[in-house]
């Protein structure tokens, strides 16, 4: 089946789609995006991520490309058009195209928007079964990371070690030895006595959409949960860890670096997260693409 992709203001087959040379998302990496996980046809949070879309833009001071409801109508069209039930469908806001130079350019100037969609970007059943290593790295990137940016640079450089370390993905870690997030997922521990750990929000992480998700869940469910940043050595020494993103849900950590985590097995309460979140996204997660 052909694919078929958005940029701003038609569907085109997806090799025939581009952006202008001159586009401020390719010279300068001044855009942002969101990634939104479709389960069943439906978008799951959809809400919060049209919230965290238009924050990142305010931060920046871009504009949005279109009203919130039309956005979400060539989101819907993007995935139905390219027959997606279970994926992705990615969106991308650039400040637009024009001779390159720093400074913005006039308001006249719109800003680009580009949506695609594809199948199948889940973890395989034997990541969940098994569960991933990670491997930590520096945190090279901007003082801003609470922005979801197309500056990503760090950490697709960040991924790449983790992929050649025969890992999954890389945490990265402040100077202080706090791990941050990962490249593309928050990063979670649970302590000795069951304690459900992840970084708090601020500017140093990406306010993750499932973090937000399992936060409640966990708490709804009686587990305990702290919000407090973890050094590397108590990520070794904890019990269990996880991953947290629209993409790869709640991943069981069984490896950083060297150390095993969890027996090198993924442990009881990674499980019941990885149930919780599976039954949100099942239930109550699965969002209208249309809303009011
Ligand atoms: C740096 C970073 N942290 C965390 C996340 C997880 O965010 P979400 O749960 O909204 O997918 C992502 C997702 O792409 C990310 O890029």
Known sequence: MSRVAYVNGRYLPHAEAAVHVEDRGLQFADGVYEVIAIVNGRPIDLGGHMTRLARSLRELRMAMPMPARPLRIVLREVVRRNRVRNGIVYLQVSRGAYKRDHPFPPPSVLPSLVVTARSGVAPSASMVENGVGVVTVADQRWARRDIKSVSLLPNVLAKQHAKDMGAYEAWQVDRDGFVTEGTSTNAWIVTQDGTLVTRPLGHDILAGITRDAVLRLAREAGLTVEERPF???????????????????????????????????PGSITRQVWDLYEGYMAGPGAEDWIDG
């Open 231 to 265: 050094t590397v050595d108590e990520a070794r020494a904890a019990r269990e860890a996880f991953i947290s993103s629209t993409t790869a849900a709640a991943l069981p950590i069984v490896r950083i670096d060297d150390a095993v985590i969890a027996n090198g097995v």
